[in-house]
């Protein structure tokens, strides 16, 4: 019982984050948040899950880090669009291979980072 709690704890959170692509502002905000709340209670999740989403955690700060260096290396421009083009794409379909895997919907996490 305590484990779907978690579960839809996560979920609950990624779902109502509508914003987290839109930004790299947004999405720093977001992957942080996603993985404290797995951090915190990982241990609560199936393992098979747990493997999935390392792998999946990892590769949303993999995103977030590149962008923030990317922004930065610009002078940390306020209106950067290098999110849009570079990153977002990435970062939107981690946020919904996130959401199937939490809800069921996927049973493994599918790489597509190039």
Request: charged share 30%; net charge negative; aromatic share 12%.
């Amino acid at each position: 019982m305590v484990r779907g709690n978690k579960m839809n704890e996560l979920l609950e959170f990624v779902q109502e984050y509508s914003t987290a692509t839109e930004t790299h502002y947004h999405y720093a905000e977001f992957a942080k948040n996603v993985e404290n709340i797995y951090e915190n209670f990982k241990d609560k999740f199936p393992l098979e899950i747990q493997e999935q989403l390392n792998i999946l955690i990892f590769d949303m700060e993999v995103i977030n880090g590149l962008a923030l260096c990317d922004w930065d290396l610009a002078s940390r421009p306020t209106d950067w669009n290098d999110w849009n083009t570079d990153y977002k794409e990435d970062a939107d379909d981690l946020k919904k291979q996130l959401v199937r895997i939490l809800t069921g919907v996927q049973k493994e996490y599918i790489r597509t980072l190039e």
